[in-house]
C-alpha cells in the first residue's frame, strides 16, 4: 500500500478556527483514501518550533516560506496576504461589497473565477489553491463608544486590514483609514489611535475585543477569507488519484468551515449583544448607501485586475 505523509502547518489566530479545518480535511481523506495510507501531521507554529527547530521559527508572517521550500505540504493562509506576496489578482476579493449574499460567494469561490485565481500564483512562490474557506465571513466595525449611525464618528480613525483596497474600504465609507495588524488592535483602542475597526465576528471574543466594544455595526463591506494552499512541487509528485482526494476532501472540508464560521460569527454577535453591546443591522437602503460610497474604490483599482475580471463577479 502506498504511504503519503505531509505536515499541516497551522500559523494564525483563533487557533481552533484553523484546527478545526485540518482535522476534518485529515477525516475526510482517510475516509476517501481506500487504497492509500495518507498520513497527517497537524502542528500550530508553536509545535512545530520546538520538533523541527528551524533556524527562524514559523509564525503566519512567514509560513508562506514554509510552504514554498515544502518544509510543510499544506496550510490555509488569509487570502489577503496572498494577494500581498504571490497573487496579484486575489487582491480583488477584498473589494467592497463585491458578492451580495454568501450564496454568491460561494458560486463565484467554487465556479471558474474562483479555480483561476487558486491556479494563479507566481512561478517563484511554488504554491497551488486548492480551496477558499472563511475563518471569518463579511466584515463589520465594532467601535468603542456607544453610536446610533455611522455618522456620528464620520471623519474619525478606524483599524482598517494592511491592503490598499482594505484603506480606501475605510476612507470611502467616511473615515481615516489607521493600517492595523490584528493583535494590535485592542492597544490602538486602549490609546485613542482608533475609535473602532475593521474584524470579523468570530474573532472577537477570542480577542477580548469585548473589553472595549459598545457597538457593532453590521455594514458587511467586505468578505474575509483565507485558503487551504500547498506545495505545487509536492502536489505534482502525487498519483492523480491521490491529487483527486485531496481536492474533494479541501473542497468539502472548506463548505463545512464556512458554515461553522457563519454560525460561530452570529453566536458571538450574539454574546455581545446579551451583554449590553449595541448591534446596528443596516436596512438594505443604508447598505445600498455604503455601496454607492464604495463605487470610488473601484474606480482606483480598476487597471489592476484583468479586464472584464470584476464585472464579471458583480451582479
Known amino acids: ?31 476517501k483514501s481506500k487504497d492509500v495510507q495518507i498520513d497527517i501531521e497537524i502542528l500550530t507554529d508553536t509545535e512545530y518550533n520546538q520538533k523541527y527547530k ?11 516560506k514554509f510552504l514554498q521550500d515544502n518544509s510543510v505540504q499544506i496550510a490555509q493562509m488569509l487570502t489577503s496576504s496572498l494577494a500581498r506576496q504571490t497573487n496579484e489578482q486575489m487582491h480583488l476579493l477584498d473589494l467592497p461589497y463585491l458578492f451580495e449574499d454568501h450564496q454568491h460567494a460561494a458560486e463565484v469561490l467554487e465556479g471558474d473565477i474562483g479555480v483561476n485565481l487558486l491556479n494563479n500564483f507566481s512561478e517563484e512562490s511554488r504554491l497551488k489553491g486548492l480551496a477558499y474557506t472563511y475563518s471569518g465571513g463579511f466584515r463589520l466595525l465594532p467601535l468603542s463608544g456607544t453610536v446610533a449611525t455611522l455618522g456620528e464618528i464620520a471623519g474619525q480613525c478606524v483599524r482598517s486590514g494592511p491592503s490598499h483596497i482594505s484603506q480606501e474600504t475605510i476612507k470611502s465609507l467616511g473615515f481615516v483609514p489607521v493600517p492595523t495588524e490584528l493583535e494590535e488592535v485592542n492597544a490602538a483602542v486602549e490609546s485613542g489611535r482608533v475609535v473602532g475597526a475593521e474584524y470579523v465576528p468570530q474573532r472577537l471574543l477570542p480577542d477580548q475585543c469585548d473589553s472595549w466594544v ?16 500547498v506545495n505545487i512541487d509536492w502536489w505534482n509528485s502525487l498519483d492523480q488519484d491521490v491529487q483527486r482526494i485531496f481536492s474533494e476532501a479541501a473542497l468539502e472540508a472548506a463548505q463545512n468551515e464556512r458554515a461553522l464560521s457563519l454560525k460561530d460569527g452570529a453566536e458571538s454577535i450574539a454574546k455581545l449583544e446579551a451583554d449590553g453591546v449595541k448591534v446596528i443591522r443596516l436596512s438594505d437602503a443604508e447598505k ?24 464579471s463577479i458583480r451582479h
Open 1 to 31: 500500500m502506498q504511504t503519503v505523509s505531509l505536515k499541516w502547518l497551522i500559523a494564525h489566530q483563533p487557533v481552533y478556527l484553523f484546527q478545526r479545518v485540518a482535522e476534518d480535511f485529515k477525516r475526510i481523506v482517510n475516509a
Open 214 to 229: 459598545k457597538t457593532i455595526v453590521e455594514t458587511e463591506h467586505s468578505l474575509f477569507l483565507t485558503s487551504i494552499v
Open 54 to 64: 528551524p533556524s527562524t521559527g514559523a509564525n503566519r508572517n512567514n509560513l508562506w
Open 288 to 311: 445600498a448607501e455604503l455601496r454607492n460610497r464604495t463605487e470610488a474604490v473601484y474606480e482606483k483599482f480598476e487597471g489592476m485586475f484583468e479586464p472584464g475580471l470584476v464585472s
